[in-house]
């Protein structure tokens, strides 16, 4: 096992590249999770399903085992809806959270704005707001043939990634298959979050643009957002501890 004090700096760079995603609905089982893995893993992704069957107190009790949250609700409302959503989930403590892009570039700034002026004058940490472009379980056939965008899945991504970068969002989600695309039109500093992370050893479940870790940091991820690849392993421990290597080895 590896002892997270003891690991060396790029080690604990590589971990900290890895986001778990707590997909459970049991608030005691997801902090028994982020006990286990907290010595290799910082950050923990909070979704609908944990959101809403535990409440806001999961965010609250992963902050205190000294854990950062992703608040992973995908905001897709009118612009003042999404920005208060946005400030109570900024007055939780969260330290990421995403709006789907394809709400517009009005929805995005005023949120992003709102939670600037808000964080200077409450003195909070701005959480880091990312925008979702098209979900990794997309294909090109269902965005093409049955939500009529006409231009294709890459252009799709670049285009959304590009909205996001105008309304001032600190990076996007998206899937490691058009990480390089987004890395070249949004630039250095624009975080990329990969979901979708499937190492050689694990299946695709229901997600068709899948890559493995490596792919993914070679694509230029800044964060891997992993959930069954670890969490439905036999060893958790050693899933975490294989995708560590692989991120090195990239
Ligand atoms: O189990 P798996 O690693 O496929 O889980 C991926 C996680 O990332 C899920 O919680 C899913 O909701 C999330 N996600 C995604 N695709 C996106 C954004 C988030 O799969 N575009």
């Known amino acids: 096992m590896i002892e997270y004090s003891g690991m060396k700096k790029d080690r604990i760079s590589a971990a900290d590249k890895i986001i778990v995603a707590l997909d459970v609905h049991d608030h005691n089982y997801a902090i028994e999770l982020v006990?286990?893995?907290?010595?290799?893993v910082s950050i923990f992704k909070v979704g609908l399903e944990l959101f809403i069957s535990s409440g806001p107190k999961i965010i609250d009790d992963i902050n205190k085992k000294n854990k950062k949250v992703f608040l992973d609700l995908k905001f897709h409302d009118i612009p003042n809806t999404v920005?208060?959503?946005a400030l109570a989930a900024t007055r939780l403590g969260v330290y990421m959270f995403n709006v789907h892009?394809?709400?517009?570039?009005?929805?995005m700034k005023r949120c992003r704005d709102k939670i600037v002026e808000v964080c200077l004058k409450e003195n909070i940490e701005k959480p880091k707001m990312l925008g979702v472009t098209v979900l990794t379980s997309l294909t090109r056939e269902i965005?093409?043939?049955e939500?009529?965008?006409?231009?294709?899945?890459?252009?799709?991504?670049?285009?959304?990634?590009?909205?996001?970068?105008?309304?001032?969002?600190?990076?996007?989600?998206?899937s490691v298959k058009e990480a390089e695309i987004v890395r070249n039109h949004c630039g250095r500093?624009?975080?990329?979050?990969?979901?979708?992370?499937?190492?050689?050893?694990?299946?695709?479940?229901?997600?068709?643009?899948?890559?493995t870790p490596k792919?993914?940091?070679?694509?230029?991820?800044?964060y891997l957002v992993v959930g069954r690849a670890i969490l439905q392993q036999a060893d958790p421990i050693n899933a975490i501890e294989l995708i560590i290597l692989e991120i090195l080895s990239a």
């Open 35 to 40: 006990e286990k893995f907290k010595d290799y």
């Open 83 to 85: 920005t208060k959503a």
């Open 101 to 107: 892009t394809s709400g517009g570039i009005e929805m």
């Open 143 to 145: 965005i093409t043939d």
């Open 147 to 174: 939500l009529g965008i006409r231009h294709g899945l890459r252009t799709q991504v670049k285009h959304l990634s590009g909205l996001a970068l105008k309304a001032g969002l600190d990076g996007v989600i998206t």
């Open 189 to 211: 500093g624009f975080l990329i979050i990969t979901p979708g992370i499937r190492p050689s050893w694990t299946p695709p479940d229901d997600q068709q643009r899948t890559a």
């Open 215 to 222: 792919e993914a940091i070679r694509a230029g991820a800044d």
